[in-house]
Structures are given as structure tokens and as C-alpha cells.
């Protein structure tokens, strides 16, 4: 796979980890903060079963969390260091 292929890779595995903690910190912060203000959204059940898989994917272990460094140091040559 090209260079910049894999960087491309690690960029885009990147992404998604922000995103997946972006969705736990405000799902956390928004649920009880939106129960309490009365905001419907936030009781809809394809939001909570969402944020309820995706902080079981995330305390399953860290699987994935080096995913981005490893593709990385291969593209630039470091092996596995």
C-alpha cells in the first residue's frame, strides 16, 4: 500500500476515535443534562442505544487505540516499534 495511502488510513482511524469520544462526552453530559432541562432528543431511543454500544465498544478494551500509530509508523518505515 502507497505512503500516502496508509497516512490517509491513520488520519481516517484518527477521525473516528474523535469522534467516538466526542459522542461519549457529550452523550454523557447531554443525557442527564437534557433529562433534567426536558429535552425529548435525548430520551429517543436510537440516541441511547448508540451511546450505550459505542461506550460498551470502548470499555471492551483497547482494541483499536493504536490502530492510527501502527499504520503510521509503518507508512513512514518504523516497523513496530
Do not use: F
Not at 8 to 35: E, R, S, W
Amino acid at each position: 500500500m502507497p505512503q500516502g495511502t496508509q497516512l490517509a488510513l491513520a488520519d481516517a482511524v484518527l477521525a473516528v476515535h474523535v469522534a467516538v469520544i466526542l459522542l461519549n462526552v457529550v452523550g454523557m453530559a447531554a443525557i442527564p443534562v437534557g433529562g433534567w432541562c426536558g429535552w425529548r432528543w435525548v430520551r429517543v431511543p436510537w440516541w441511547r442505544a448508540l451511546h450505550i454500544a459505542v461506550l460498551a465498544l470502548v470499555a471492551r478494551g483497547p482494541g483499536s487505540v493504536s490502530l492510527d500509530g501502527l499504520i503510521r509508523r509503518r507508512a513512514l518505515g518504523r516497523g513496530l516499534q
